[in-house]
């Protein structure tokens, strides 16, 4: 059996030198900062904007809202809430405007109302 040579140890971790350590790294949920919840809000609401601009599908806006939402610290009942909204959203996009109970328009603008009302929440003390 031939066994390959260890490289030396340098009492160094090795680093890529093509890596400045400035990349973007997924970052530890419970180190995440106010600024990172509110990028993440603010990502949530431009997949709105372009889904409701038609450039960006509903189903790939409602996946958006779905994980940014989850890594978001708010109180439970803002995920009930958001659940409820984006559940009808789906099952509105199954209908025409006029068969449909409820106003596609009027819930993609609570999706906005939310957005306001957890960005408020967030920087609150």
């Not at 009942?77 to 209908?95: H, M, N, P, W």
């Not at 009027?106 to 920087?123: E, F, G, P």
């Amino acid at each position: 059996m031939i066994v390959a040579a260890k490289p030396p140890l340098t009492g160094r971790a090795h680093r890529p030198t093509h890596l400045t350590g400035n990349e973007h790294r997924p970052r530890d949920p419970e180190r995440q900062t106010v600024n990172d919840h509110l990028d993440t809000l603010t990502r949530m609401t431009d997949a709105l904007n372009a889904s409701t601009r038609g450039q960006l599908s509903q189903t790939d806006m409602i996946r958006q809202w779905r994980s940014g939402a989850a890594s978001l610290p708010l109180p439970e009942k803002f995920g009930t809430v958001l659940a409820d909204l984006l559940d009808r959203i789906e099952a509105s996009a199954l209908f025409s405007e006029e068969s449909c109970s409820f106003s596609q328009k009027d819930l993609l603008n609570s999706l906005q109302v939310w957005a306001d009302k957890a960005r408020a929440k967030l920087t609150s003390p």
